[in-house]
């Protein structure tokens, strides 16, 4: 049976590796783990993990810019991780698992070093429960036919949910959210902004834009400037993420990379827009926006420019989820968490403090769909009736009061468009 392992020598604080045959069966394999993680000091298992290749910045060429994950782990996969920390050493490189992330460049060594140890599976590499070992594989074939520029592959390991310091840490938990791995407003972005460099787009690719400025003249001149689609810290969501099959992104400006799209949601143009750490839980549909943090539940609709703030847009720093089957109607505006069945007509402002009318008889009636609620008066503030079910919200044409009443309609989403 063919076995690699390492040893430590506590003195030189070095990793000695001894290196036999290329593993051949599932129990070498897995064998071969439990040495990596018993002898490995400090050793533990990553939160999310995953190898990427890397835009670097045209003057600054050891920059990042960039990071595309062909797949992502998270939670999962723990084989892998530690055969990736195992090659690591054969290059010389010891992971300090003491750090929240750690970002490492790899070569050809390191690719052959993991499929030596992945042999065992080589046969069943492109399943769905070894996607690892199909990039690492993919990876290695591409090198040796195309080449690589140096320092263009990386493999990334996140240890600790903490605040963000890389730009190739950054990318893998917005992988996490886009491909749904973790929840929604459940994993620590602090730092993403302050990571990430904000550079021009074109066509998927990002570019310093002090190198636009340093090469301006010549690049118009020669007809060689490029056409730049925006400019933004975030990429955009259709240019890492492949959506559901029944899931429709009719502008791909309108959803930012972070946002996490449930089967079944369609964005329409115009005024829409989902906010990375932002949007739904089912089919939904977005005609208006759904800033950072904000949730939407399945069945609801976002009326043509209806606007849920997010943390970043005056709401004290409270995220709002809407519920099931509710609707904001066209040009609203909700700065509250609404439940099932709601209703927010066309035009209309809630906010936390927003004065609401509600009389005695809708007062029982909204009581009957919330259990345990007991309202006192008839005057409340926005506040007040926050996650609150089959509330319809509107405004005396009249007097301009904002009311509230027990919604009488069912908010149902066309399924032929789903």
């Given amino acids: 049976m063919s076995l690699a392992f390492f040893k430590y020598n506590s003195s030189q604080k070095l990793f000695k590796r001894e290196f036999m045959e290329t593993i051949q069966t599932t129990e070498a394999f897995k064998a071969l783990i439990e040495n990596i993680k018993s002898t490995t000091p400090n050793y533990k298992d990553p939160l999310g993990f995953g190898i990427c290749r890397v835009d670097l910045g045209q003057l600054n060429v050891e920059k990042t810019l960039q990071a595309t994950y062909p797949i992502i782990n998270w939670n999962e996969n723990f084989g892998s991780a530690a055969i990736f920390v195992r090659a690591l050493v054969e290059q010389g490189i010891e992971v300090d698992f003491n750090q929240t992330e750690v970002v490492c460049t790899i070569n050809l060594n390191f690719l052959k070093s993991c499929l030596a140890a992945f042999t065992p599976y080589s046969d069943e590499a492109y399943g769905a429960a070894h996607r690892n070992i199909q990039v690492v594989s993919a990876l290695y074939s591409q090198i040796v036919t195309h080449g690589s520029l140096e320092g ?22 917005l992988y996490a959210l886009s491909l749904a791995k973790v929840k929604l407003r459940e994993i620590n972005l602090n730092g993403a902004f302050g ?53 429709r992104i ?103 403090g927003t004065k609401i009318g509600i009389n ?54 066309n399924t032929d468009l789903h």
């Fill in 250 to 352: 009719l502008d791909t400006s309108k959803v930012r990379f972070g946002a996490q799209l449930a089967a079944g949601t369609t964005v329409m143009p115009g005024a829409s827009y989902i906010n990375f750490n932002a949007g739904t839980t089912g089919p939904v549909m977005v005609e208006g926006r759904i800033s950072s943090s904000a949730i939407v539940g399945a069945g609801s609709d976002i009326g043509g420019g209806a606007s849920i703030l997010g943390v970043l847009s005056g709401t004290d720093g409270n995220p709002i989820s809407i519920g099931k089957n509710t609707l904001l109607g066209a040009n609203s505006t909700c700065g509250i968490p609404m439940g099932d069945g709601c209703i927010l007509d066309a035009g209309v402002a809630i906010l936390a």
């Fill in 152 to 173: 263009e592959f990386k493999v990334t390991f996140i240890y600790e949910d903490a605040p963000l310091k890389s730009v190739e840490a950054t990318y893998l938990k």
């Fill in 195 to 247: 990571a990430l460099p904000n550079v021009a787009w074109s066509n998927g690719q990002p570019i310093e834009l002090d190198y636009l400025r340093e090469f301006e003249i010549e690049l118009k001149l020669a007809n060689e400037y490029p056409h730049i689609d925006f400019v933004d810290k975030f990429p955009r969501f259709l240019q890492h993420i492949i959506p559901a099959d029944n899931t």
């Fill in 360 to 413: 005695p008889k809708e007062i029982a009636r909204i009581e009957e769909v919330n259990e345990n609620l007991k309202l006192e008066g008839t005057i409340f503030k926005g506040r007040d009736l926050s996650g609150l079910n089959g509330i319809h919200f509107r405004q005396n044409s009249q007097t301009g009061e904002i009311t509230a009443s027990r919604s009488t309609k069912e908010v149902k989403l």
